[in-house]
């Protein structure tokens, strides 16, 4: 599967973005939709995950202010960023994950670059 993300840029201080992640198969086959950013000279960390569409988690750091969602039927995934904090700004990766029995396969878009500065 090919994911392809949208929707960052340059964002003031308290404002917002969306983020898209369109796949190019069903997303309804994967066990977890997910959104990772990467910081300069941090891990990469994981942000908000929707697992089967049944729950969400979400980091500490960005509970209350961020919301994931998807649409089965368009194959896409949105990350909804609110009052953004300039330690937000990263590279924002789109990931799916397949999970059979003990084996997981993970499967990453290209990653969209979310700043937020005044």
């Known amino acids: 599967v090919q994911l392809q993300a949208s929707g960052g840029g340059l964002v003031q201080p308290g404002g917002s973005l969306r983020l898209s992640c369109a796949a190019s198969r069903g997303i309804f086959r994967f066990n977890v939709m997910g959104w990772y950013r990467q910081a300069p000279g941090k891990q990469r960390e994981l942000v908000a995950a929707?697992?089967?569409?049944?729950?969400?988690n979400y980091a500490d750091s960005v509970k209350g202010r961020f919301t994931i969602s998807r649409d089965n039927a368009k194959n896409t995934v949105y990350l909804q960023m609110n009052s953004l904090k300039p330690e937000d700004t990263a590279v924002y990766y789109c990931?799916?994950?397949?999970?059979?029995?003990?084996?997981?396969?993970?499967?990453w878009g290209q990653g969209t670059q979310v700043t937020v500065s005044s």
């Open positions: 929707d697992v089967s569409g049944r729950s969400t």
């Open positions: 990931n799916a994950r397949l999970i059979t029995g003990r084996d997981q396969v993970d499967y």
